[in-house]
């Protein structure tokens, strides 16, 4: 059975409709990584931790050394050593002896348990211990969290403060990233007049072009606002092929329908493909999307608050798309609540 509603059908028709990861990819320094989607696998260039470490502090011991220790029977081990993160070499504790450890310091290969403080009591150079403790017992193997080779963090993940972190616990300063895609920005009608003008009667101010490109920025992209496009279909079909020239993707604002014409449709057929003309839901109408080449263009309502949710339903999709982000179709947090169930 197919749960896919109207508005979701429509945003998967478009972005199979794209090419992914069509905005290529370069190389960044991780200290300008955050939000960036990554390109490439990272792969561990060697195994995470490096080497065996304790994870607790405590006291090393040969586990065979503290098989018959119980309650009121305990076991004596000799401290010969202390071993602290930082040390490059542990050396291996003899027949009924121990050496401290601290968290995170190198420990040995072989049949060695970590004996945590309050399961040991020291006095006079010594620790007793009252149970056995099998062999490994609280140390962290090499290799644990990553194998030499394995992905530590995978393309089309975008970049937060904890992969960066990871990427960083690599030792690894540079990443491939893709690259923020352009984003000219549109806003369309005879209307409109920019947002710092006084208004007139019948004008309306363009608070589209920089909402959207707020948005756009927000979603990773770099936006270029275009401006007011009149609605003589000649002369706003020239402006976009011309900014295509110079885009990753545009957005149109407004402009639905002129003087009974479906003016961005036929917009869109004149410059490339049209893909999506409406969606079949509250006021989808406005939501018309194409392609020129691999260049997706995206058309949302004149109205503010339906431009930036149509954006946001199909622009950010489009974006994550160029960029080759793993993520789901954005989800419209404007949907009407389904109906209660019937008694």
């Known amino acids: 059975m197919n749960d896919a509603s109207p508005l979701t059908d429509a945003q998967q028709q478009f972005i199979d409709a794209l090419s992914a990861s069509s905005t290529g990819s370069e190389t960044c320094r991780l200290c300008e990584a955050l939000g960036r989607t990554l390109a490439s696998d990272v792969q561990a260039p060697t195994d995470m931790p490096p080497y065996h470490r304790a994870i607790v502090e405590g006291w090393l011991v040969n586990s065979a050394d503290?098989?018959?220790?119980?309650?009121?029977?305990?076991?004596?081990?000799?401290?010969?050593?202390?071993?602290?993160?930082?040390?490059?070499?542990?050396?291996?504790?003899?027949?009924?002896?121990?050496l401290r450890v601290a968290t995170g310091s190198l420990v040995i290969d072989g049949p060695v348990a970590v004996v945590r403080p309050w399961e040991g009591k020291e006095k006079q150079n010594c620790v007793a211990i009252e149970r056995p403790f099998p062999p490994r017992f609280f140390i962290e193997e090499q290799g644990y969290d990553l194998k030499q080779g394995a992905t530590a963090v995978a393309a089309g993940t975008v970049l937060g403060a904890a992969e960066i972190g990871t990427i960083a616990s690599l030792g690894i300063d540079e990443v491939e990233?893709?690259?923020?895609?352009?984003?000219?920005?549109?806003?369309?009608?005879?209307?409109?007049?920019?947002?710092?003008?006084?208004?007139?009667?019948?004008?309306?101010?363009?608070?589209?072009?920089?909402?959207?490109?707020?948005?756009?920025?927000?979603?990773?992209?770099?936006?270029?606002?275009?401006?007011?496009?009149?609605?003589?279909?000649?002369?706003?079909?020239?402006?976009?092929?011309?900014?295509?020239?110079?885009?990753?993707?545009?957005?149109?604002?407004?402009?639905?329908?002129?003087?009974?014409?479906?003016?961005?449709?036929?917009?869109?057929?004149?410059?490339?493909?049209?893909?999506?003309?409406?969606?079949?839901?509250?006021?989808?109408?406005?939501?018309?999307?194409?392609?020129?080449?691999?260049?997706?263009?995206?058309?949302?309502?004149?109205?503010?608050?339906?431009?930036?949710?149509?954006?946001?339903?199909?622009?950010?999709?489009?974006?994550?798309?160029?960029?080759?982000?793993?993520?789901?179709?954005?989800?419209?947090?404007?949907?009407?609540?389904?109906?209660?169930?019937?008694?």
Do not use: W
């Not at 401290?79 to 602290?84: F, P």
């Not at 691999?294 to 503010?304: E, Q, R, S, T």
């Open 177 to 343: 990233v893709a690259r923020a895609p352009k984003v000219t920005l549109f806003s369309s009608g005879d209307e409109v007049v920019p947002y710092t003008d006084a208004l007139k009667p019948g004008s309306i101010r363009d608070s589209n072009s920089i909402m959207l490109a707020t948005a756009v920025a927000a979603a990773g992209g770099i936006p270029v606002i275009a401006g007011i496009q009149r609605d003589h279909f000649d002369k706003f079909v020239e402006a976009v092929q011309h900014a295509l020239a110079n885009s990753d993707m545009i957005v149109i604002s407004g402009g639905t329908a002129v003087a009974g014409r479906n003016f961005i449709s036929d917009l869109l057929s004149a410059v490339g493909k049209l893909i999506i003309d409406g969606v079949p839901m509250r006021s989808g109408r406005p939501l018309i999307m194409g392609k020129a080449g691999n260049i997706p263009i995206v058309c949302v309502a004149g109205h503010p608050p339906e431009a930036l949710r149509g954006f946001n339903l199909f622009g950010v999709a489009a974006l994550n798309q160029l960029m080759g982000r793993k993520a789901d179709l954005p989800q419209d947090s404007q949907q009407s609540p389904p109906p209660p169930p019937s008694k």
């Open 66 to 98: 503290t098989q018959g220790a119980a309650e009121g029977e305990p076991i004596s081990f000799d401290i010969v050593g202390d071993v602290v993160p930082g040390d490059e070499h542990c050396p291996t504790p003899g027949t009924g002896e121990a």
